[in-house]
């Protein structure tokens, strides 16, 4: 398996703030937090994979630092009751807000985000549905 250098270097990490609206994806907010951050999660499969994660790249759009997450784009909610119970409901917007913490690496040039959304969530981007591979729905230049 595949495994991302360890610079050694000292880090902080980035916080990005993304909404999507429309199936839009936009970058809000980036703001530097004197924190370390996570170590990255494992490459992603050659192809296939599903879900919801975003890559960390250098100028040669090599993957640097990868990030698994829930997906922000998910139908569904929890929604708890007064009483104490929970259940699921189906999300009646398809807009939103998430953050993404990844570290602040003098090699990461850009930001690329992969979901296997429903289409319905970010229009022409996502060819299938939910559990189908995911594919590029986003990338952000940092540098």
Same mark, same amino acid.
């Given at each position: 398996?595949?495994?991302?250098?360890?610079?050694?270097?000292?880090?902080?990490?980035?916080?990005?703030?993304?909404?999507?609206k429309?199936?839009?994806?936009?970058?809000?907010?980036?703001?530097?937090?004197?924190?370390?951050?996570?170590?990255?999660?494992?490459?992603?499969?050659?192809?296939?994979?599903?879900?919801?994660?975003v890559?960390?790249?250098?100028a040669? +759009?090599?993957? !640097?630092h990868?990030?698994?997450m829930? +997906?922000?784009?998910?139908?569904?909610?929890?929604?708890?009751?007064?009483?104490?119970?929970?259940?699921?409901?189906?999300?009646?917007?398809?807009?939103?807000?998430?953050?993404?913490?990844?570290p602040?690496?003098?090699?990461?040039?850009?930001?690329?985000?992969?979901?296997?959304?429903?289409?319905?969530?970010?229009?022409?981007?996502?060819?299938?549905?939910?559990?189908?591979?995911?594919?590029? !729905?986003?990338?952000?230049?940092?540098?």
């Amino acid at each position: 398996m595949q495994q991302f250098e360890d610079t050694g270097m000292p880090r902080r990490s980035i916080r990005l703030t993304f909404r999507f609206k429309d199936g839009e994806i936009k970058l809000l907010e980036r703001e530097f937090l004197d924190l370390l951050d996570s170590p990255s999660d494992p490459p992603a499969a050659p192809e296939g994979e599903s879900g919801f994660w975003v890559e960390l790249r250098d100028a040669d +759009n090599r993957t !640097v630092h990868r990030r698994i997450m829930s +997906n922000p784009f998910d139908q569904h909610v929890e929604v708890h009751s007064p009483e104490g119970g929970t259940s699921r409901a189906h999300r009646k917007h398809s807009s939103g807000t998430f953050i993404v913490d990844l570290p602040d690496r003098p090699d990461g040039e850009h930001v690329v985000l992969f979901s296997s959304a429903p289409p319905h969530i970010l229009g022409a981007r996502a060819e299938v549905g939910s559990g189908s591979p995911a594919t590029e !729905v986003a990338r952000v230049t940092l540098r």
